[in-house]
């Protein structure tokens, strides 16, 4: 919930407001403390150094992780906040001065982005929005900060809030939000002091960068000797920060004739009240109307079919952009679309909330049958049915329908209730076929014939793809790879290699034939194909790990190893790639300093507040560069919580009952393989068994069948 805190009154009439927006973590007084007197709230020199200006601050929740509390997503916290500052009846008139720090200034945007889907229909809001006229940014990460990067890998430990995941460097979001205010601010008029720090914090680091401080506007960044906690903290009113501060809202408006004008109408309908309606239309006539019904259609689909595409990478959230492009369809630019475009994507809309926000979805299919009654309608009819655990009512509102969106509803439908096997069963009762469905069921096929270990089929159905389903549903390039990828492997490890890159990359059994070869080739460039879609839909997470195994691929074959090798050497150099790619760099015999690497694992622990997935298996890469098998299993047995907090279990497990097998340790191993055996599958079993039997000089199968029934019994 936002508070708004009166600072100061003012002295004289009143004439000017200037609120002050905290960023994460932050506080509506203690962030605008001075640097050398907590007990003093330095705005509060502004009102007492400017006649009329009244000096205002909002505060809100915005933990940097779950564990400390709670935050909202970006736009659900700027509607808050926008909402909360309307209430307040001391705000009705007089110019509106913002100014945000780090975090405050997104909110800023976002706010002011949703006021203006609201203002042609309501007074409040336009009568707001007309009277910004000044913002400042203190060290405001409009392209995102490094740090949030860390927040999203270290979801296990460190819960990053809904405000920290909005953070993350070169978040898609954040690009069209900086699109939008720079269009915006321009039309509007909008005045700027942006201040940009120049000192690591802690003198370890920076928290946002001199590129993303830059919003991209005619007015440049001003340097600041500053980290990021000290530059919203002036130690006094000679400090550079106030004078900055106190010079912009004093200083005369620049404002074009066409802002002038806009005021003058706005004093009229304030003082008259008549005219509403009429200067509504001539608002949306003079923005959104501008551009023929056409176009904004074409927008429409555009937005929606990139939310389509990205939704099944991981990483993405389809929740906030549908919620988004359902907003300007309802109030913002989007609505003067055609009906049957609107109506097709607010049924989508629907779908996509179903099982996160029932009362939202809802609301959106209530609002998509007013425009029309198209196919998407009775599909999203059917997933809210699901989602009510009315599976028959689901399948019966479908069954009339033959289309292969309608075919693959159902069967995604099905796999909500249903295990992999049933699911597929249901398909083969059905009488659908894998050319019935659309590029979206074909995904969901492969993956389940890829979970109960189908590869043949999962192979023959991958061969079967054409172009467009590769672009309606490009994860697709994911499954048909690993449908490839999986033939070249031997059985006990085929499971493994499905959901990360292989530990002992180097070494990793990979068939080599003629035939072996064509898989890996075809794996490869549909992997690096992945990797490129993913990142151009703004899924970075999903884009890296498509390219670490083609990068893996590429070290293994020897025509493209120097490439991958190189490739390999320049992500090393970067802090966002080196430790995820450090036991690649160790086993393909890249010169490392070792002490150096540690050094960097407890920095990045320092600063993250604890470890994460890319720091633990940096970890578990340096269990390797230990002199002999015993000093290995002895290193992971001091970092066990780290590693098993992080990584597969069964990855640590096969390590570990190797190295204790080689050091001359068989019981031990023998003990370790039974702590995770119900998790292994038979082939697992048998290898594990094989090498503890090998050690031990036994009849491996003797010794496999022995172990096996000892356990199950």
Not at 38 to 45: F, Y
Not at 402 to 430: G, M, P, Y
Request: proline share 3%.
């Amino acid at each position: 919930m936002a508070d708004l805190i009166v600072i100061s009154e003012g002295i004289g009439k009143i004439h000017s407001h200037v609120i002050f927006i905290h960023g994460l973590g932050g506080s509506p007084t203690k962030t605008w403390q001075s640097s050398i007197d907590p007990d003093i709230c330095w705005p509060q020199w502004l009102a007492e150094d400017i006649e009329g200006l009244a000096v205002l601050s909002v505060g809100y929740e915005a933990a940097v992780s779950r564990w400390k509390g709670s935050a909202m997503h970006l736009p659900d916290r700027a509607a808050n906040v926008i909402e909360r500052i309307l209430l307040e009846p001391s705000l009705n008139t007089g110019e509106i001065i913002l100014i945000g720090h780090s975090l405050g200034g997104l909110v800023i945007k976002q706010m002011l982005r949703t006021a203006e889907s609201l203002a042609h229909q309501r007074k409040d809001v336009a009568g707001f929005m007309n009277r910004v006229r000044r913002i400042a940014f203190l060290a405001t990460p409009h392209a995102g900060a490094d740090l949030a990067i860390w927040g999203d890998r270290l979801r296990i430990l460190f819960l990053p809030s809904a405000a920290t995941a909005c953070l993350v460097r070169n978040d898609h979001n954040l690009r069209d939000l900086n699109l939008w205010y720079r269009d915006w601010s321009v039309k509007h008029g909008i005045e700027h002091l942006i201040l940009a720090e120049t000192q690591p914090t802690k003198k370890l680091f920076f928290v946002v960068k001199p590129d993303s401080s830059d919003p991209g506007l005619t007015i440049r960044p001003i340097p600041i000797d500053a980290d990021h906690s000290t530059i919203c903290k002036p130690s006094g009113r000679s400090s550079e920060i106030y004078l900055h501060i106190r010079q912009f809202i004093t200083r005369p408006l620049e404002s074009s004739q066409q802002d002038n004008l806009n005021e003058k109408v706005h004093k009229i309908k304030e003082s008259v009240g008549i005219l509403n309606d009429k200067m509504d239309a001539f608002h949306i006539a003079s923005s959104v109307r501008k551009y023929p019904k056409e176009l904004i259609s074409k927008e429409i689909h555009k937005q929606l079919l990139i939310i389509k595409r990205a939704r099944f990478f991981g990483g993405y959230s389809v929740i906030e952009h549908s919620i988004l492009l359902a907003e300007k369809i309802q109030n913002g630019e989007f609505e003067i679309g055609s009906d049957t475009i609107k109506s097709n994507a607010l049924a989508w809309c629907s779908r996509f909330l179903t099982m996160e926000n029932g009362d939202k979805a809802e609301e959106l299919l209530n609002l998509a049958k007013q425009f029309g009654n198209g196919e998407e309608i009775a599909i999203a009819e059917a997933f809210a049915m699901s989602s009510n655990k009315n599976l028959k009512g689901a399948l019966r509102r479908l069954a009339s329908l033959t289309s292969a969106a309608a075919r693959s509803a159902a069967f995604i439908i099905v796999t909500h209730h249903k295990d992999a096997a049933s699911s597929i069963e249901w398909l083969s009762k059905a009488g659908i076929t894998f050319s019935n469905l659309d590029a979206d069921g074909k995904y969901v096929l492969l993956i389940r014939l890829l979970i109960l270990g189908r590869w043949e089929a999962a192979l023959e159905y991958a061969s079967n793809l054409s172009e467009d389903d590769y672009f309606q549903s490009p994860t697709l390039y994911y499954v048909a790879a690993m449908a490839n990828l999986v033939q070249v492997i031997p059985d006990e490890f085929k499971s493994f290699v499905l959901h990360e890159v292989p530990f002992e990359s180097h070494t990793f059994p990979l068939a080599s034939n003629v035939e072996s070869v064509q898989f890996r080739t075809q794996a490869r460039n549909l992997l690096c194909k992945c990797s490129g879609v993913a990142r151009e839909l703004g899924c970075e997470k999903a884009a890296n790990i498509a390219d670490d195994y083609a990068l893996w691929l590429e070290l293994r074959d020897q025509e493209s190893w120097s490439f991958g090798h190189e490739r390999l050497l320049v992500s090393m150099r970067d802090p966002a790639h080196s430790l995820r790619r450090l036991h690649l760099a160790l086993q393909f015999g890249l010169n490392l300093d070792i002490n150096a690497i540690e050094q960097e694992i407890e920095r990045q622990i320092a600063l993250s507040g604890g470890s994460n997935r890319d720091i633990a298996f940096a970890r578990f890469s340096l269990a390797f560069t230990q002199k002999n098998p015993k000093d290995i299993v002895n290193y992971i047995e001091r970092h066990r919580k780290e590693l098993q907090t992080h990584l597969d279990k069964r990855l640590i497990a096969f390590v570990e009952i190797e190295m204790l097998a080689r050091a001359g340790f068989p019981q031990r191993a023998q003990g370790c393989l039974n702590l995770v055996f119900d998790e292994l599958s038979g082939a697992e079993k048998e290898h594990l068994c094989r090498i503890i039997a090998e050690s031990t000089g036994a009849d491996p199968i003797e010794t496999d069948v022995s172990t096996l029934f000892r356990t199950q019994s």
